[in-house]
């Protein structure tokens, strides 16, 4: 009997649908479910908020080819610092990689998927930064992801900047230690914490080394001498400064000369080295050891492919041999920097090749962006949850490899359409 049920159930459940018709919704819970988030995402486009995403039909570079458009975009929203994601001998690194060992192992790291050009890279990443020694993640919000919970007690302390990016912000959401947040860039409120934190064990201090959203670079030389005074660690995502601050590169505690105060830098392979993914902590060597033990997106990630190895390898080796290309990034910084100044704009940071043209309205900067695209600009407007709420701001992105006559045309461009949308008097 209970078999005839079955069989009628199903014939119930199937009858009128053919072969590939799509599933509709089953059960009040799932179209309950679909009402909320239909809901939410019209919320979403009527804020002005809603992140469309443009489909490239070509190579990362200065210019690139929209699918369905032309070509010769010129892009100022790419993390290509050095304009290293398109080239040859990068290009070449990967390819080689891929026919010596293969697309990918399978696995993670500690049963079956590590390989010679891992360790390698790993070494060559702690030689770079002048590090013991130096673990690979899939990314560096794996990164960061893996390192507070692996590091921090419930005796333990951290103390982060308001303004950190997300991923160090979800990192210590993981870990059990005392949180405490200091206002950004706020010397006197780290102090302020930090002596509150005296009766922790352990105390970190975690900070951005430049700031992805407002291109500021954290006071670095002030954030060692608290931690000295109140003996505490520095920790510092260097995502947006590993190739090109500092004079040869190396980051900005190169930059402000602290490279020996600062314990731990967590970074990215994916934007300055060669752009491709990855990312990793470099540090003390029982740190990393450590990591390799307990963290968990190092213990559960299959190993980054070996043409990722390649190319950030390679990245590292040109860096390695001459620092021309990052030092090239400064004078085009300064030149967008003063003329969109000049032309009445307000640009945050100083002397990064982050450069936030300030907006205030969400829908504005959306529409200034497609306005600035239909002139062959790729620029994108950034606005809530990416940044807090009346901050909305179009985030122009300096690369190596722009000529003069391409920041010259953005400038113009945004001169004409921020007049055109009463963004400019």
């Not at 009858?15 to 799509?22: D, R």
């Not at 997300?166 to 010397?187: E, Q, V, W």
């Not at 392979?269 to 060669?274: C, H």
Request: proline share 4%.
């Amino acid at each position: 009997m209970w078999r005839m049920a079955v069989v009628r159930a199903l014939r119930a459940r199937g009858a009128g649908a053919g072969a590939g018709t799509p599933r509709a919704a089953s059960g009040g819970a799932e179209a309950q479910l679909r009402r909320r988030l239909e809901s939410e995402l019209e919320d979403i486009r009527g804020a002005g908020t809603w992140k469309s995403e443009r489909v490239i039909a070509s190579r990362q570079g200065p210019h690139l080819r929209l699918a369905g458009g032309s070509a010769g975009i010129i892009n100022f929203c790419a993390n290509n610092y050095l304009g290293l994601s398109s080239h040859p001998e990068v290009i070449r690194a990967a390819v080689e990689a891929l026919e010596k060992f293969g697309a990918g192992l399978s696995s993670v790291r500690f049963i079956c998927g590590t390989q010679s050009i891992h360790k390698d890279l790993e070494e060559k990443i702690a030689r770079f930064h002048q590090r013991e020694d130096a673990i690979l993640y899939a990314s560096c919000f794996d990164a960061n992801a893996g390192i507070f919970e692996a590091l921090l007690t419930p005796e333990d302390a951290v103390l982060s900047d308001e303004l950190n990016h997300a991923s160090i912000i979800d990192g210590i959401r993981l870990c059990k230690a005392n949180k405490y947040r200091y206002k950004h860039m706020d010397m006197q409120d780290l102090e302020a914490k930090l002596k509150e934190a005296q009766k922790h064990r352990l105390r970190l201090v975690a900070t951005d080394g430049a700031f992805s959203m407002d291109g500021d670079i954290a006071p670095l030389r002030e954030i060692c001498q608290l931690a000295q005074k109140y003996d505490a660690l520095v920790f510092i995502d260097e995502c947006h400064a590993t190739g090109f601050l500092g004079p040869s590169g190396r980051g900005t505690d190169e930059l402000l000369g602290v490279m020996d105060k600062v314990t731990i830098i967590n970074s990215t392979l994916g934007k300055a080295l060669g752009g491709a993914a990855g990312g990793y902590t470099t540090g003390p060597k029982p740190l990393i050891d450590l990591l390799r033990q307990r963290s968990r997106p190092y213990l559960f990630s299959n190993s980054l492919p070996p043409a990722v190895v390649g190319c950030a390898s390679k990245a590292l080796d040109l860096l390695m041999e001459s620092n021309a290309i990052a030092q090239s990034m400064a004078a085009k910084t300064q030149r967008f920097r003063s003329k969109m100044t000049v032309a009445g704009f307000t640009i945050l940071g100083k002397d990064h090749p982050i450069c936030p043209v300030m907006l205030g309205d969400a829908r504005l900067a959306s529409v200034m962006a497609e306005d600035m695209l239909n002139r062959g600009i790729y620029v994108i407007g950034f606005s809530y949850p990416v940044v807090p709420k009346g901050k909305a701001r179009i985030r122009v992105q300096i690369s190596a490899v722009h000529s003069d006559e391409d920041i010259d045309r953005c400038v113009e461009a945004f001169t004409e359409v921020g007049r055109k949308h009463g963004a400019l008097s």
